[in-house]
C-alpha cells in the first residue's frame, strides 16, 4: 500500500468515516498491475490508488459502491482480462485479476489497522495527571500506547486498563533499556521532575523516533538544552525536540495539556506522510 493511502486511510478513520478497499490479491498472465495494488473508495466516491485502470478498474470501483450498501466485510471477485471469453472484460491483456474488496467499518478498525500498520506506537515516559489523560486520548486516534514510569503505585494496569503496554522501570537513566523504537515511534516525556525529563530526554535523541516532545516552560527546556550542549549534543539534535510539547492553546489543565500534545503528534504524522 503507498504512503497516499496509508494516509488517506489514517485521515478517514480518525474522522470516523467508513471506506472500501480493493486490492488485487493474485494474477496469471498478463495484467496490467500485479499483486499488491490497491484502490480505496471513500463514501462520496473518491478513490486514491489503483488496480489497472481500464475495465477493470471501472468495475472494480462499481463492486466498491455497491459494498457501501451491503457493507459486505470481504469478498473475492475474479475478472478475466482478455476478448475471447464470454464473461471477460474486453481489456486485451491476457490474464487474470482476482481482487478482494473489503468493507472497512471506521468503529471497528482494528484488524485494517494491525494490517497495515496505522497504528504507531507513543511512548510515555512519565505516568502522573497528564500522562494519565493522555493516554487514552492517543488510543482513540490509534496510537499504540505504552505507559512507563519508575513507579508501582502510578505505571500500573488499574490506571492504564486499556494501553499496550505498562511498564515499571528501574530509574529514568535506563529508560530505553526494554524498548527497541523505530521510525515510526513517538516519544512523549512527561515525568514529574526536571532531571527526570533531562535523563529521558539524553536517551531519546539516542533513538529513532518520528517525534521527541517533552513538557516544561521555555525557561526550563532551554536549561536542558544547554546541559545536552555541554554534553556534546548538536543543535540538529537539539532541534528534533518539540519543547515545550504540543500546539499552543492556552493549555493549562492535564486534560488540556493532553488535547494539544495529541493535537501536535497528529500533525506530526500527517506530514511525515
Request: include cysteine; charged fraction near 30%; aromatic fraction near 8%.
Amino acid at each position: 500500500m503507498s504512503d497516499k493511502i496509508i494516509y488517506f486511510a489514517r485521515d478517514l478513520l480518525e474522522k470516523g468515516e467508513d471506506f472500501v478497499i480493493a486490492k488485487v490479491v493474485d494474477t496469471h498472465g498478463s495484467t496490467p498491475r500485479k499483486k499488491g495494488a490497491w484502490l480505496l473508495m471513500k463514501q462520496d466516491g473518491t478513490t486514491a490508488g489503483t488496480v489497472g485502470g481500464g475495465r477493470l478498474e471501472a468495475e472494480t470501483e462499481k463492486l466498491c459502491k455497491e459494498t457501501f450498501k451491503t457493507r459486505e466485510k470481504s469478498k473475492l471477485h475474479h475478472f478475466k482480462l482478455n476478448t475471447e471469453e464470454r464473461d471477460a472484460l474486453d481489456m486485451g491483456c491476457g490474464g487474470d485479476a482476482d481482487v478482494l474488496i473489503e468493507y472497512i467499518d471506521a468503529s471497528h478498525p482494528e484488524e485494517f489497522v494491525e494490517e497495515f500498520h496505522l497504528e504507531t506506537t507513543a511512548y510515555i515516559f512519565g505516568a502522573g495527571h497528564v500522562g494519565l489523560e493522555l493516554e487514552p486520548v492517543l488510543r482513540y486516534i490509534n496510537f499504540k500506547t505504552v505507559a512507563i514510569d519508575d513507579r508501582e503505585e502510578y505505571a500500573n494496569r488499574e490506571r492504564f486498563p486499556q494501553a499496550a503496554d505498562v511498564k515499571v522501570i528501574q530509574d529514568f537513566k535506563h529508560a530505553f533499556e526494554d524498548i527497541e523504537t523505530d521510525e515510526d515511534s513517538y516519544i512523549i516525556i512527561v515525568t514529574r521532575g526536571h532531571m527526570g525529563d533531562y535523563d529521558v530526554l539524553k536517551d531519546a535523541l539516542k533513538q529513532k523516533s518520528a517525534y521527541v516532545g517533552m513538557i516544561g516552560s521555555r525557561k526550563k527546556n532551554s536549561m536542558l538544552f544547554d546541559m545536552l550542549r555541554k554534553e556534546g549534543y548538536s543543535e540538529d539534535d537539539i532541534a528534533r525536540v518539540h519543547a515545550p510539547i504540543g500546539l499552543s492553546i492556552q493549555a493549562e489543565t492535564p486534560e488540556e495539556i493532553a488535547i494539544s500534545i495529541a493535537a501536535e503528534m497528529i500533525q506530526v504524522r500527517a506530514n511525515n506522510d
